[in-house]
C-alpha cells in the first residue's frame, strides 16, 4: 500500500495543471454568472484532437499516422462528458454532450458548435499574445489554453446550469498513450463497421483496442446509424470497460505499466490544482461499478444548419437544465429528445443500461 501511495503522488506531481475553472468562476462573472452550489461535485472530462505536445510542439508524422489524423492547426473538444456526484450520495450521472451542439460563448459572445469554444477562443488569445509581442512558445501555449478551458466551462454552465468544480481533459496523443499503458480496452460491436475518415476498421463482436486503433473507435461517426450519437455511446461504454479493466488488472502493482501511465500522464493530461488523482480513481470505482449512469443531453433536432452552413445540433436550453438538476434526485427526468432513445439499450429517460447485456462488455453500434 505504501508503494501504491507513493506511485499515486507520483501521478499527481506528474500532471499538468490549469487555473481554468477559477478563471471562468471569476473573470466570467460580468458575462456568465457562475450556478451557486447545486446539490453535486460536477467535473467536466474533456478530451480533444490538438496534434500538439503540452507545450504547443507538433506531433511527428509518424504519430499522426498512428492517429489516423492529419496535421492541422485547428482544435476541437471531441468528447464532453459532465460528471455529476450528489452530496449526499447515491447514484451518479455522466453526462455527454454532443459535439455539434449549438451553444453561446461567452468571451465570443456569439452561438458556436461546443467543441469548437476552445479552439476558437485559444487561437483568439494566442493571435493577441503575439500581436502584444509575446514570444514565449510555451506562455503563449498556457495562457491560450487555460483562456479556451475557461471559456469551454462557462459555455457548459450556460448549457447546463451547473456550477463546474472541477476539469480534467487528455488530448488524442495522451488518448493513445494511456489506452497503450493498460494494453487495451474491451469493446463489443453489433455489426463490422469502418471509416477512412477515422481510421476505423472494426470486426463483428467483441474486441481489444489500444493505440491508434482506440482513438479510432471513439472518434468514428460516419457509417453509424446516428453518427455522434452513436458515438457518443461508444465513448460511454469504452470509459466503462477502461476504468473496469484498470481497477480490476494489475496496474497499481506493475512497475512498467506504472511508468507508462506516468508518463502519459505528463505528456498529455491536464487537470484543475483542486482536483486530486484519487478523487479520480474514486470515480472510476464507481464508473466500473454502474454506481454511474451514463447519459446524454437531450437534443431538438440533428443536421441543422447555422448562418455559416455548418450542421449542428440544436437543443432546448431550458429543457436540458431541467434533465441535468433531476439527476440528482433519485429518477432522472424523461429526456423529450426525439433522437436520444432509438435503441433498447436505452431506458425511457435516455440513460444507457450497461448492465442489460452480457456481462463482460456491452456491444454496441
Known sequence: MTIVWLRVARLEDSKNTTDAVVRAQDSGASVAPAPTDDGANDILVVGNDSRTDMQGNPLSAEMLRELHTEATETMNTDTLILLRIPHGGGKGSAVSIPRDTSVMVPPLGRAEKINGAMGITKALTAQRLVDAGESDRA???????????????????????????????????????????????????????????????????????????????????????????????????????????????????????????????????????????????????????????????????????????QSIITVDVPEVRRFVAGLVAATPPPSTSPVSTPSSRFSAAGVLDLTAAAPAVPCVD
Do not use: W
Open 139 to 309: 506562455k503563449i501555449e498556457r495562457e491560450s489554453g487555460d483562456a479556451g478551458r475557461a471559456a469551454l466551462i462557462q459555455a457548459v454552465q450556460l448549457l447546463t446550469g451547473v456550477r463546474v468544480d472541477h476539469y480534467t481533459e487528455v488530448s488524442l496523443y495522451g488518448f493513445y498513450l494511456l489506452t497503450e499503458a493498460i494494453d487495451g480496452v474491451d469493446v463489443c460491436l453489433n455489426e463490422a463497421t469502418s471509416d477512412p475518415d477515422s481510421g476505423a476498421s472494426f470486426a463483428r463482436g467483441p474486441q481489444t483496442v489500444r493505440g491508434g486503433d482506440a482513438v479510432a473507435f471513439v472518434r468514428q461517426r460516419k457509417n453509424l446509424p446516428r453518427g455522434d450519437l452513436d458515438r457518443i455511446v461508444r465513448q460511454q461504454t469504452f470509459l466503462s470497460s477502461a476504468m473496469s479493466k484498470v481497477l480490476s488488472g494489475d496496474l497499481l502493482t506493475n512497475t512498467g505499466k506504472l511508468n507508462a501511465l506516468e508518463e502519459a500522464v505528463s505528456k498529455s493530461v491536464v487537470m484543475d490544482e483542486g482536483l486530486h488523482f484519487l478523487q479520480l480513481v474514486s470515480q472510476a470505482q464507481a464508473l466500473a461499478s454502474g454506481q454511474v449512469q451514463f447519459v446524454t443531453i437531450p437534443v431538438r433536432s440533428v443536421g441543422e444548419r447555422n448562418d455559416r452552413g
